[in-house]
């Protein structure tokens, strides 16, 4: 509580809300904060104002409860503010960092739209910085929370929509959006990451999504995530069968150029690897299902060349 001109004025962030202050102005103060404060009257107004624009997203899935219970906000805000934050977050200490860290996951299933958001954020504040192990460290703690995520999903039914909020923070954590262009500065980016990304799909490649982004991370960067993903792939594929897993709308394409890189371009010694040859039989077969003839040709060109081995 401060006494300014005889006025008491309540300078407790925990007090914030969006009733209470206009949220035009809210970001000034943010603004205002330097890169690397520890200070208590800092970190507490950044995790005020992150847990508003939390609850602001949670308060768009209460349309069937009336929409007196939404919050609006203007959409710079949330934006702008985690712009910011990325660069104040990179900034500490992991240990100062703990206390965003539980924040985010803990509401990253309700709020997936804005960790989306701010994923972005965390890479651009890396890149500038020339350290992009600050942004895969991050990646690494949300990715527990987010394999959950992406198991629920799957479970819930075959016929979720790809579409929701949900989705789009496990594909943007896959790069699932992102244009590659195969060049040298994006394989930079994915081998500090690489083993992160091979463990995710470990643990959630039972979903479609999953599925696929990882089939393109293998069509993209063959030099980074074979033979590793594919033996990962062939795995869900075995566990769950049918044609599911190729529901996305590239999956079969790029498995199919994949595939035929490896068994019909590739070198000697991966056409004469006999775990390499069971596992691309295990996704032949499926992508057969699915009507892919060039699945088929290739299924036939090597059960053809295993013989003349």
Not at 69 to 75: H, L, S, W, Y
Not at 282 to 302: P, Q, W
């Amino acid at each position: 509580m401060i006494n300014l001109c005889n006025v008491r004025v309540n300078a407790d962030p925990t007090c914030i809300t969006f009733d209470t202050h206009s949220t035009w102005h809210l970001l000034a103060p943010c603004l205002m904060i330097p890169d690397g404060s520890t200070k208590a009257e800092h970190t507490s107004l950044l995790t005020r104002i992150l847990s508003l624009l939390l609850e602001a997203e949670e308060s768009q899935d209460q349309r069937g409860h009336g929409d007196d219970k939404r919050i609006e906000i203007p959409p710079e805000l949330p934006m702008e503010f985690s712009r910011r934050f990325a660069d104040f977050y990179l900034s500490i200490s992991e240990t100062d960092a703990k206390r965003f860290d539980d924040l985010l996951i803990e509401r990253s299933e309700s709020a997936p739209s804005f960790l989306h958001w701010l994923m972005v954020c965390f890479l651009c504040s890396a890149e500038k910085l020339g350290n992009i192990e600050l942004y895969w460290n991050f990646w690494r703690k949300l990715s527990e929370r987010a394999v959950e995520i992406a198991v629920k999903l799957s479970q819930k039914s075959r016929l979720y929509s790809p579409y929701g909020e949900q989705s789009k923070l496990i594909l943007g954590m896959l790069f699932a959006d992102t244009p590659w262009q195969q060049v040298k500065p994006e394989q930079e980016l994915l081998v500090p990451g690489l083993e992160l990304l091979l463990d995710f799909v470990q643990k959630a490649g039972e979903n479609p999504l999953v599925f696929e982004a990882m089939s393109r991370f293998l069509f993209s960067f063959p030099q980074l995530f074979m033979p590793k993903g594919l033996i990962i792939l062939a795995k869900h594929q075995k566990k769950t069968r049918g044609t599911h897993l190729f529901s996305g709308v590239n999956t079969v394409f790029y498995l199919e150029r994949v595939l035929q890189k490896l068994l019909v371009l590739s070198p000697a010694e991966y056409k004469q690897s006999r775990n390499l040859r069971e596992v691309s039989l295990v996704l032949l077969n499926a992508m057969i299902e699915t009507g892919s003839s060039c699945a088929y040709f290739l299924r036939d060109h090597m059960l053809h060349s295993a013989r003349n081995f």
